[in-house]
């Protein structure tokens, strides 16, 4: 037994007892050692499982992040295109207003053309009726005298047949009251034809005039129907034929026109954002030209009129054609495809 009171169950308790100094300390140290490597460890490992699960964490978030962000890019891009259509729809309906008023000015003219045409042949018509009035009664005069003059012939007759001493004298009167009667019934049948061609001249008159009122309303009925037709056929051709006119992929240059006090301004920019420069006719041309050269993928001209601008259609329609036709890659493309532009091409290659 021991000093502890247990028995030494060990083999070679002699040796034990000479080397019993230092085993023991060794053995403690390295398992010392070991239990706070194997600490070490489970804190690491619990610490490395803690960092892969806030790493997860993190990239899930910034995945989330990422589609929000590609979410709001798009709804953002369309509701660009939205509103780029709204303006362009606005400027269209601004234009159809301008093109109305002009219309409805012309139109105004014409029916006051009309009015003054029909007033003057209302007027022609009335003095007509005045000359035949008048006419009528020149008739009823001659032959009222004609029928005194029968009267007085007969009596001179009687008074003939009474008086055969005067014959040659009443012969002489009877060949004079004859001519004059003559002439007078002559006359009488002048009057009656200048009546009766009076009389067809007011009757055309106004048949002319009834027929031109019939053909006016005839012709704005068809100009109504046929306006209403080529509108739905070049909405079903656009529709059908040609993709819409769009901003996107383009560069995008905008235009603003008005004119005050007979004074024309034009002011531009490139893009939908930046202020905007005055510039002249000619200069703006050019600068357009350079533009044109320089992006291949064409150039979007989108031309505004401001409220009040003071243009008229004529105006407005020839400025905007004129930068559409000759910058804008929507209307170019219309242009290349016509036969005129075909026949151009072809001259001016065969001039080269």
């Given at each position: ?52 699960n ?27 295109m ?83 001493i ?22 009488l ?19 002319a ?32 034929v ?6 996107q ?79 804008d ?10 036969p ?13």
């Amino acid at each position: 037994m021991n000093d502890d009171g247990f028995i030494d169950l060990r083999l070679n308790r002699q040796e034990g007892q000479v080397n019993e100094s230092f085993w023991p300390s060794f053995t403690d140290i390295m398992t010392t050692v070991v239990m706070i490597f194997l600490i070490a460890l489970v804190v690491l490992l619990l610490r490395n499982m803690e960092l892969v699960n806030q790493l997860r964490s993190t990239m899930e978030a910034e995945r989330i992040a990422a589609e929000l962000a590609r979410a709001t890019g798009e709804e953002k891009d369309s509701l660009s295109m939205a509103l780029h259509r709204a303006r362009e729809r606005v400027d269209q309906l601004r234009l159809e207003v301008l093109r109305l008023r002009q219309k409805g000015l012309e139109r105004e003219s014409v029916i006051s053309e009309q009015l003054v045409s029909i007033g003057d042949l209302t007027s022609q018509r009335d003095e007509l009726s005045r000359e035949s009035s008048r006419l009528t009664l020149t008739r009823q005069q001659l032959e009222s005298d004609i029928k005194n003059k029968e009267a007085r012939l007969r009596t001179l007759t009687q008074s003939l047949r009474n008086r055969e001493i005067e014959l040659q004298t009443a012969r002489d009167d009877a060949r004079s009251l004859q001519a004059n009667i003559d002439s007078l019934q002559l006359s009488l049948r002048e009057s009656q034809d200048q009546a009766n061609q009076l009389q067809d001249q007011l009757s055309s008159s106004s048949q002319a005039l009834e027929s031109a009122r019939k053909s006016t309303q005839e012709l704005d009925r068809k100009y109504l129907v046929l306006a209403g037709d080529y509108d739905n056929l070049q909405v079903k051709y656009d529709k059908l034929v040609r993709p819409a006119r769009s901003s996107q992929g383009r560069h995008l240059v905008e235009v603003r026109y008005s004119k005050k006090l007979g004074k024309k301004n034009i002011s531009w920019r490139e893009g939908s954002s930046g202020e905007f420069q005055t510039i002249s006719r000619r200069r703006l041309d050019l600068v357009l030209t350079r533009l044109m050269r320089e992006h291949a993928d064409g150039l979007y001209v989108k031309v505004i009129f401001p409220d009040n601008s003071g243009l008229s259609y004529n105006e407005a329609w020839e400025f905007t054609n004129h930068l559409h036709t000759s910058y804008d890659y929507y209307f170019r493309a219309d242009a290349r495809d016509s036969p005129i532009e075909q026949k151009e091409t072809k001259e001016q290659s065969g001039g080269q």
